[in-house]
Structures are given as structure tokens and as C-alpha cells.
């Protein structure tokens, strides 16, 4: 086996680009899962969003449009999720499910309503690449980072903004404290509700950015259950990275690498599908604390309820 | 996912988990309800995709019990029972694990693993006679599926690892080993061509099918649809009629009353998620025994994961169980008539079944009812 092929410029380009869905989706769950709401629905939203930005960049011609549209269909179905988990603390578990299979079933009845068995446009615009000019030149980095899709910075960048947003700023540590102890923080004037709704309407645009990445940048089309797990490795980076946007995106870039090789060392003999089992493992090694010590937000998926409603 | 790390002690279930078990004993009021509001919604998206939803639903109905003559009618009927078996066996799966207060999402890994080591043993053995392969086949899923489901038990137990989590894991672990075992690993058959599949099982492991052809033709109503109903059998008279199955649910109403009890909820933690684990995985046997006689490389098109809406929807119980997985049945085979005639997508059928699990475990609508009601007095 070449160390070429596992270290070289093109590996680490892949698993950039094969990261940054699940980035995406890792600070979507830390986001709302610090404010203390379980979202497994992670998978279904991105679902949404993979599906409505590609039938909303073929109805406006732009991908950008596109985008926005696979946005907001992502985030009527967190707001769903938010309502039956803040307001009407139902199972956040169940729920979380149950929007899962809904958003797998929805979008594979509208790809068949709308584009029947020819699948979706074939001419469909892109988001722009990158261009880092100069930066090329330089060997090994620029064949590692330019001409990466914008989407791939606009998640590097999200992996800062959302640590700074969590760890340097009031609004950051009262979205925290609601997540550790609802009631101290509802005590200091916090709106509790309000804080969980912001927090997990963001995972939402978060989880569906990473799932029109998915189509609009990955495959170029929409195919039915395109996501194929993301979600919930996305689910498992949050764990891995211990609940930390920084601490995510490096599990998501490990994943990511695995996910790369798999693509690299096909038809080496190489049974390149356990590879694909390493997240899976790693992550219940690290919930089962034989890895490493992870901490969940102490009100992580408990409802809160206001006293003497 | 609240006590991952929280030490030794196991920590109690969330509230509406356990919750979840007794909120039928209102009765079957909430689920017909949420059933005819799923239907409304997916009519309204039918409708809005241009097509009739009148003439899909009737499509759907017909698809399932219906036909021309009494022996299609008998045919779907049969095969809708068919497709209920395989669910019955990962809801007792779910079921088991929620009257304990444990959450099994599970169910999908641990039928895939039993199938593969149905599959793999039906076929290593073949040449073995009936009364011998038959027992070994089931036996050997039964065990495999336990192991499978004994693991996030073990990790809940000894280590806090929430057991959503470890078992949403192990899905998948267990999907990509089935690629592996099927497509270039040691179960893979030379000839599969398509699909990647095993080799098939030897004739002592098929079960056979029930229904004589001269009477259903075609019809594949095969003896797993026994082992289901004794499953349902077995699974009442454990939770409900011996000691242990008291202990489970006492666990599961209270792990810590359970514990000043004098009963270990680690120990039984982890044994429940092996019956869990066992059951998930004879289902997977019994559909490669009873339908496909080999394991193909994705055969299940997510009986596991539909288990937690026909659980929660049979509200735990081995009747409700039986109706709800026959309910699923039906909007399964149904769904294909239905995509044929009335050119609706079948996946109507999973958006019809996710809004239902919705509405009735979320407790969509008796929530915002209970709060109407709230707010007006």
C-alpha cells in the first residue's frame, strides 16, 4: 500500500470535501443539543435540504436559490421537531425518528411525483469553487485546499464562528447554561423556550446546508435516502468531539479521511466496507467511555417546564 | 442522551419513555385517530402532487385484502401477512425494551445479524436433514441477535452509554458488515449477479410455505408466520406471567424501586436487551427461511426501524403488535397496487406511517388537545 494513497494531496482534498456534510451536521447537534434538545432528526433534515435545494435551483435556474429553498424546507421540519420537543415535551427521541423516516419518505414520493424514473435535472447549476489564485502554486496545500467547494470554507468557518459564538459571547453561555441547568438559568431571567427554539431552528439550517451540499456539490442530483446515514455520523462527530464545535469538526475530519480511503483503496483487496464501520465503533467506544471521557449537556433531551404552569 | 457518563448506577429512563406504555390505556380512541389524520395529510400531499387520493387509498386497500377474484383477494391478504411477520419480530424487539424503559433502536442490526448467521449456517450446513438444520438455523440467529443487542445492554449497564445511542451505532456497524460479508467478504456467492446475496440455505431450513399453490397460487404465506405468533405468545406470557417479566416491567416503571426490591437493573438490563436482541434477530432468520432462502445485500427495506412505530403504535402489547405490524403489512403491499394504479409514489406509505408514529408517540394531538383544555380551564 502507497503512502501516496493515503497521504497524498488528492486523499486529503477527499476528505475535506467528504467532512465538511458532516461538519454541517456535527455543529446542527451541538448547537442543540448544548441548549438541551436531543436532535436525531439531524438525518431527515439534511434529507430536506438535499432534496429542496436541488428542485429549487431547477425551478430558479441559481444555486444559491437553491440553497435557501433546501434551507427552509430543513427548517420547517426542525421547527416540527422544536415544537413537539420544547412546547409539547413529547419524546424527543421518538420524535426525532419519526421526522426522520417522514423526511425519507417525503422526499422520495416528490422525486418520483416530480421527476418520475429520469431523476432530477441533469443541467443543474452548482454553487462556485474557490479559487485560492496564488495559493495553487504552492505545492501539496494547494492541491489539498483550492478549488474546494464554497460550502467546504462556509463549514471551516462555521466551526469558528460557532465555538466563538458558544464559548466568547453572553448569548454562547446562556445557551449553555439552558442546557446545563434550565432552571438556574430560567431563574436569572433566561427565556429557556426561546433559547432551545433559536438553538434548534439553527441545527436546522445547519443540518440542511449540509445535506444540499450533498446534492448540489457532491452527486450534481437528488437520489432517494441521498444522505445515507450522514445524519447520524454527524450525530456521532458531535459525540466523538465531546459536544465542542472544534472537537466535532476533527471527528468529522477523521470520518471523513476513513470515508475518502474507502473511495481510494477500492478494488485493492482491501475490505474496504469494515472501514466504513471505524465512526460507528469509535463513537460507542467513546459514549462507553473506553476511549475517552465525553460529558453531554447535564439537561440534554429532558424537558423543561416552567413551575407552577 | 442525558447520562452517558453517569457513573455506575444505572440512570432511571426518561419519563415519557415509560410513560409510553400506559398511554393507551385511555384506549384505542388515540391511534384510529392519528391513523385517519395521517391519512388526511397524505391525502393533501397526494392531491397536491395532481393525482386522486380517493383513487390511491382505494388502490391501496384493494392491493392489500382486495382483487378481482377471491383468490387474488387471498393472495394480497397472504402476502400482507408476509410482510407482517418480519415486523412483529423487531416490535416485540422495541416492545420488550420499552416496557423495561429501555429504548431499542437497535432492532434493524440486530434482524441483520440474525439473518446473516441464518444465512450463513442454512447454507454451510445444508446438506443437514430438517429436524436438525431448523433448530440450528433459528438458533444460531436467536444467539447472534442476542449477542448483537447484549452489547449496548452491557454498555448502558456497566458504562452509562446511553443505549439510543450505542444502538443507532450498531446499525449501521451491522449494515456495513453485511456489505462486507455479501459483497467481497467470506458469505459472498460466486454467482450473484445484481444484487450482491450468500449462497442459498439448505431445503432443512426453508420454512415452508402454508397456503397449497391449487388454492393461492403464488402465494409465499410461509411457516414463519407460526413462529410470529407463538413470538407474541411468548413474549405475553414472559412480560406478564413469570417473575422475570415482572422484574422487567418493574424496572421499567421504577429502576429505582426495582433496585430496593432486592432486583439488579444492571443484570437485567442486559438481559433484556439480549431477548430484545434475540427476537430482532430470529425475524431476520424466519425472512430469509420463510421468503428469500439467501441473504441479499440490503434485503430489508427497514423492518427495524418501522419496529418503534408499530410498537409504539401497538401501544407495547401483543395484540396491538399484531394489528399495527398487520397495518404496516397492508400499507406495504398495498403501496406497490396503489403506485401502479393511481400513480402515486408507494413512499406515500412511509410519509402515512411517519406521520402516524408521530402524531400517536410525540402525542401530537392528545397534547394539543390536553392543552386546549388546559388553557380553557
Redesign the interface.
Known amino acids: 500500500m502507497e503512502i501516496g494513497l493515503i497521504l497524498g494531496a488528492g486523499q486529503l482534498a477527499a476528505t475535506l470535501r467528504l467532512a465538511a456534510p458532516l461538519t454541517f451536521a456535527a455543529l446542527g447537534g451541538v448547537i442543540s443539543?448544548r441548549s438541551g434538545v436531543?436532535n436525531?432528526a439531524l438525518e431527515g433534515i439534511m434529507l430536506m435540504g438535499a432534496f429542496f435545494a436541488v428542485w429549487g435551483t431547477a425551478v430558479t435556474g441559481n444555486a444559491w436559490a437553491g440553497l435557501l429553498i433546501g434551507i427552509a424546507a430543513g427548517v420547517v421540519l426542525t421547527a416540527?421537531h422544536a415544537y413537539?420537543a420544547i412546547h409539547?415535551?413529547?419524546?424527543q427521541?421518538?420524535?426525532g425518528?419519526?421526522?426522520?423516516?417522514?423526511a425519507?419518505?417525503?422526499t422520495?414520493?416528490?422525486?418520483?411525483?416530480?421527476y418520475g424514473f429520469t431523476g432530477t435535472p441533469a443541467d443543474l447549476a452548482g454553487l462556485p469553487d474557490v479559487d485560492l489564485g496564488p495559493v495553487r502554486g504552492i505545492p501539496y496545500v494547494g492541491g489539498v485546499i483550492d478549488d474546494q467547494s464554497v460550502l467546504v470554507w462556509l463549514a471551516v468557518a462555521l466551526v469558528v464562528g460557532v465555538h466563538l459564538v458558544l464559548f466568547r459571547t453572553v448569548a454562547g453561555m446562556r445557551l449553555r447554561a439552558v442546557g446545563e441547568h434550565p432552571r438556574a438559568a430560567d431563574t436569572l431571567g433566561i427565556d429557556v423556550f426561546k433559547m432551545r427554539y433559536a438553538a434548534v431552528l439553527a441545527s436546522g439550517v445547519l443540518a440542511a446546508i449540509g445535506g444540499a451540499y450533498l446534492s448540489l456539490e457532491v452527486s450534481h442530483s437528488f437520489t432517494?435516502n441521498i444522505t445515507s446515514?450522514r445524519g447520524?455520523i454527524g450525530?456521532?462527530a458531535m459525540?466523538f468531539g465531546n459536544w465542542t464545535p472544534v472537537g466535532a469538526f476533527i471527528a468529522a475530519l477523521l470520518f471523513g479521511f476513513g470515508d475518502a480511503l474507502t473511495f481510494s483503496l477500492q478494488g485493492t483487496g482491501v475490505?474496504v466496507?469494515?472501514l466504513?464501520?471505524l465512526?460507528?465503533?469509535l463513537?460507542?467506544l467513546a459514549?462507553?467511555?473506553?476511549l475517552a471521557?465525553?460529558?453531554?449537556p447535564?439537561?440534554?433531551?429532558?424537558?423543561y417546564e416552567t413551575e407552577g404552569r | 442522551m442525558t447520562d452517558v457518563t453517569s457513573g455506575p448506577e444505572v440512570a432511571p429512563p426518561a419519563r415519557s419513555v415509560r410513560q409510553l406504555g400506559y398511554q393507551w390505556t385511555a384506549g384505542p380512541a388515540m391511534p384510529l385517530l392519528s391513523l385517519a389524520v395521517a391519512l388526511l395529510i397524505g391525502a393533501v400531499f397526494i392531491a397536491a402532487s395532481g393525482r386522486d387520493p380517493l383513487r390511491a387509498y382505494v388502490a391501496l386497500v384493494s392491493g392489500a385484502v382486495g382483487g378481482a377474484t377471491v383468490q387474488l383477494a387471498a393472495y394480497n391478504t397472504s402476502e400482507t401477512i408476509v410482510g407482517a411477520v418480519p415486523l412483529v419480530f423487531t416490535a416485540i424487539s422495541v416492545a420488550v425494551a420499552f416496557r423495561t424503559g429501555l429504548f431499542n433502536i437497535g432492532a434493524e442490526g440486530q434482524l441483520l445479524v440474525g439473518a446473516l448467521s441464518a444465512g450463513a449456517v442454512g447454507a454451510a450446513f445444508g446438506g443437514l436433514p430438517g429436524p436438525v438444520l431448523m433448530p440450528l438455523t433459528l438458533g444460531a440467529a436467536a444467539l447472534a441477535g442476542a449477542a448483537y443487542g447484549a452489547i449496548p445492554g452491557a454498555l448502558k449497564a456497566w458504562r452509562g452509554a446511553h443505549e439510543v445511542i450505542t444502538t443507532i451505532m450498531l446499525n449501521y456497524v451491522a449494515i456495513f458488515l453485511m456489505h462486507w460479508l455479501l459483497q467481497n467478504g467470506p458469505m459472498t456467492a460466486p454467482s450473484a449477479a445484481g444484487t450482491p446475496a450468500s449462497a442459498k440455505i439448505g431445503d432443512g431450513a426453508i420454512l415452508p410455505v402454508l397456503l397449497p399453490s391449487d388454492l393461492v397460487p403464488l402465494s409465499r404465506l410461509h411457516a414463519g408466520t407460526l413462529i410470529a405468533i407463538a413470538a407474541l405468545v411468548g413474549f405475553w406470557a414472559l412480560m406478564w406471567r413469570t417473575s422475570l417479566g415482572y422484574e422487567l416491567r418493574s424496572v421499567g416503571f421504577s429502576p429505582r424501586a426495582a433496585a430496593q426490591a432486592g432486583i439488579d437493573p444492571k443484570l437485567r438490563t442486559v438481559l433484556v436487551m439480549a431477548i430484545a436482541g434475540g427476537v430482532a434477530g430470529i425475524g431476520g432468520a424466519v425472512q430469509i427461511q420463510g421468503v428469500l432462502y439467501r441473504v441479499f445485500d440490503g434485503f430489508s427495506p427497514g423492518y427495524g426501524f418501522d419496529a418503534i412505530a408499530v410498537a409504539l403504535l401497538g401501544k407495547s402489547s401483543p395484540v396491538g403488535i399484531a394489528l399495527a405490524a398487520l397495518l404496516f403489512g397492508a400499507f406495504g403491499h398495498g403501496g406497490a397496487l396503489m403506485q401502479s394504479e393511481a400513480q402515486v409514489s408507494a413512499h406515500i406509505v412511509s410519509v402515512i406511517e411517519a406521520l402516524v408514529l408521530f402524531l400517536v408517540a410525540a402525542e401530537l394531538v392528545a397534547r394539543i388537545v390536553a392543552g386546549r383544555r388546559k388553557a380553557r380551564a
Open positions: 443539543e436531543v436525531i416540527v413537539a409539547l415535551r413529547s419524546d427521541i421518538v420524535s425518528m419519526a421526522l426522520n423516516i417522514l425519507l419518505g417525503l422520495s414520493f416528490l422525486n418520483f411525483q416530480l432517494n446515514g447520524f450525530l456521532a459525540i475490505p466496507q469494515l466504513g464501520t465512526p460507528y465503533l463513537t460507542i459514549v462507553g467511555g473506553l471521557r465525553t460529558r453531554p447535564a439537561a440534554d433531551g429532558v424537558p
